[in-house]
């Protein structure tokens, strides 16, 4: 047998429900700051991505899908796409927009990464990318959407945590510092700390493998920070304060990219486990000048799209969303009844299906039981006289007759008293 590709994965059933579900709010939410959709090629030439995302990090050394077209040029399947945005506006004068430029994406990524919960080769991120303007009210108002999203979702028990890393000027008198604070320790660093010690030292603190007390004891670049990037910084928290935005300032959050440059964030959810972003994101000022274009500063996030779904998932909110399944049973002769009653029901937002095979109303009603309707609505010759039909009601085993033309109410009833009762008995966190 032929199965996936190993960390690549079909999504169906329920999890593509709640995928196509999540992605409405996600573009809804998108849409209500101002931002518009931009569809960027899943290839890129390699060079795109060693000179954005950075040649020493994790996703460009050992990460990326990269190999050489029939052309003889290097080209990899995108490992993110805020690098993919940069190129475009850079390409496409996006500069002669208003700015701030906003563009929204989702789309397939791909990362060479050991497969776990969580952590897929193939896998997708919903993004956006605020560009052109360096407003610390923006990054504010960019976290603020990320925590919008969460709240929209139902989402409970979210942490937003955020950090600046310094820009050009601040950010290389830190790295000596923390390289002298680090010296004593270099042998109890594990292999890869040992080689960002000399080329990014910032990444050992977020390093897994590094004891908290370890990381504790080091500097903190916040205390090491530039006038500008620590008026911008203080700004932003200002701003998510004012704006009732929860949030921790975590010294330890540096982010797995290069481009990064003041504010970063990430947004964590317990229920994912040792993968607990859910999204990340910071601000890029530098990106567009490092692939060519003119100094543009810039600031987006990325949400893992199968992350997402997880927690929505553990925390069983999108469910209650869900439409009920209605399956129609007809007696001989009345297909155009049952077709006609299950385009009404339909067009008030149930998914219906009208049972194809049609014979004995019990061999309907167990083709229902094992589809897992949660009502059946039995179109029998008599009823259909009468102008009414029977409602049964699968979970509670009940049958009542109800005019035709009441039935979407009926239904609309009753499924709404069950989702209450169902609400009301859930354990509040
Ligand atoms: P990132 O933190 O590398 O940032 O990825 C963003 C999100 O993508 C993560 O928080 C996670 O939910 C998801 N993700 C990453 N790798 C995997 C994986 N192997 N499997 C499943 N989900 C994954 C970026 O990519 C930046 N481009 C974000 C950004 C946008 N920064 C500014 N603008």
Same mark, same amino acid.
């Given at each position: ?15 593509? !429900? ?36 950075? !040649? ?84 504010? =108002? ?45 042998? !109890? ?125 553990? $925390?069983?909110?999108?469910?209650? =969303? ?41 061999? $309907? ?65």
């Amino acid at each position: 047998m032929i199965k996936t590709v190993k960390g690549c994965k079909d999504i169906y059933g329920e999890d593509i !429900e709640i995928f196509r579900s999540v992605e409405k709010v996600l573009r809804d939410s998108a849409r209500s700051y101002g931002f518009k959709e931009i569809v960027p090629p899943t290839l890129e030439y390699s060079e795109l991505f060693q000179r954005s995302v950075g !040649e020493d990090t994790d996703i460009v050394e050992k990460e990326m899908y990269t190999f050489t077209d029939k052309g003889g040029r290097s080209v990899t399947l995108r490992p993110e796409m805020t690098a993919s945005v940069a190129r475009a506006y850079v390409e496409h004068h996006f500069e002669t927009l208003p700015s701030p430029v906003k563009l929204f994406y989702i789309g397939p990524c791909f990362r060479y990464e050991k497969p776990q919960k969580g952590r897929y080769r193939e896998f997708y991120q919903f993004g956006v990318e605020v560009l052109n303007d360096e407003s610390p009210y923006l990054d504010a =108002e960019v976290i603020a959407l990320a925590y919008e999203i969460g709240e929209k979702l139902h989402l409970k028990d979210l942490k937003v945590k955020i950090n600046s890393i310094g820009c050009k000027k601040c950010r290389p008198h830190y790295k000596e510092v923390l390289r002298e604070a680090l010296k004593p320790h270099y042998e !109890e660093l594990c292999d890869d700390c040992k080689r960002r010690f000399y080329t990014n030292p910032l990444r050992i603190l977020d390093c897994k493998r590094e004891s908290k007390a370890l990381k504790d004891s080091l500097p903190k670049i916040t205390d090491y920070l530039c006038d500008e990037c620590r008026a911008h910084f203080e700004k932003v928290q200002k701003y998510l304060s004012e704006f009732g935005i929860p949030f921790e300032t975590d010294n330890t959050l540096v982010r797995g990219l290069d481009y990064y440059t003041k504010t970063v964030f990430e947004v964590v959810s317990n229920d994912l486990g040792a993968q607990n972003a859910v999204l990340g994101g910071g601000r890029y000022d530098y990106l567009i000048e490092e692939i060519g274009g003119r100094h543009t500063p810039g600031l987006g996030f990325a949400i893992g799209m199968e992350r997402l779904i997880e927690v929505v998932k553990s $925390q069983k909110s999108a469910q209650n =969303e869900k439409e009920e399944l209605v399956y129609i049973a007809y007696g001989k002769g009345l297909e155009k009844e049952a077709y006609l009653t299950a385009k009404r029901l339909r067009s008030s937002g149930f998914t219906v299906i009208v049972d194809s095979k049609g014979g004995a109303f019990g061999k $309907q009603l167990a083709r229902s039981r094992k589809r897992g309707a949660h009502f059946t609505v039995v179109i029998g010759e008599d009823e259909f006289k009468k102008g009414t039909v029977q409602l049964k009601d699968m979970e509670k085993q009940t049958q009542t007759e109800v005019k035709k033309e009441e039935l979407t109410e009926a239904i609309a009833q009753i499924s709404e008293s069950k989702n209450g009762a169902k609400e009301s008995n859930a354990p509040r966190k």
